[in-house]
């Protein structure tokens, strides 16, 4: 029977989302909306850094994250360039222009808003690469993307589309995700009432 069940599961892509944050995202200014909403990101990104396991010929110590469109929170992305990661590995940020890159050279790629037309190319040209797409529009796991963050009860959440997450050979274990609770610092909670 649950072999049964694990086998009906597999041939749907299972979208999963979880609550990551207790941070309220209704500042007065949109700047600190902004602000508040990317720290919640950051710590998930943070997080699937660390927890994602890529294929062993990606055995360095350093993840690359690829930053792909205008983001308003770039400075605050840009930030996290060299921050030594809960695997001992080391964050890489840069910002790409275009799709146009070699197979090993960004294992995380977030896609910014400005790039909503051309999702399904973007996917299209990472599928069965060992890369995880991370994008903001509530529907991109849903068509074919790793992850989407979007917003319910006004805190951030994720969708994981594990479909694509296989196709890609990449693993995360959902057993981790119960660890995962985005609790705001104190400065957190300052900067974004400032």
Not at 67 to 73: T, V, Y
Not at 90 to 108: G, Y
Not at 152 to 172: E, G, Q
Request: glycine share 2%.
């Amino acid at each position: 029977m649950l072999e049964c069940h694990k086998n009906k599961l597999s041939n749907l892509i299972r979208l999963i989302s979880f609550v990551l944050s207790t941070v309220p995202l209704s500042s007065v200014a949109l700047e600190n909306d902004i602000k508040a909403s990317f720290t919640q990101k950051e710590k998930i990104i943070e997080y699937l850094a660390s927890e994602v396991i890529w294929p062993p010929y990606n055995s360095d110590n350093i993840v690359t994250l690829c930053m792909l469109g205008k983001f308003d929170a770039l400075q605050q992305i840009q930030a996290m360039n060299g921050r030594l990661l809960k695997n001992k590995k080391k964050l890489n940020v840069k910002t790409i222009q275009d799709i146009k890159l070699n197979k090993d050279e960004c294992q995380i790629i977030y896609i910014s808003k400005t790039q909503e037309e051309n999702l399904e190319k973007i996917i299209q040209a990472f599928a069965n690469q060992p890369v995880l797409l991370l994008a903001d529009k509530d529907t991109f796991a849903k068509q074919g993307g790793s992850i989407n963050f979007f917003l319910l009860n006004n805190v951030i959440a994720i969708t994981i589309n594990y479909d694509s997450l296989r196709a890609s050979h990449l693993k995360l274990d959902i057993k981790k995700f119960a660890e995962l609770t985005v609790i705001p610092e104190k400065k957190d909670l300052e900067e974004s009432n400032r």
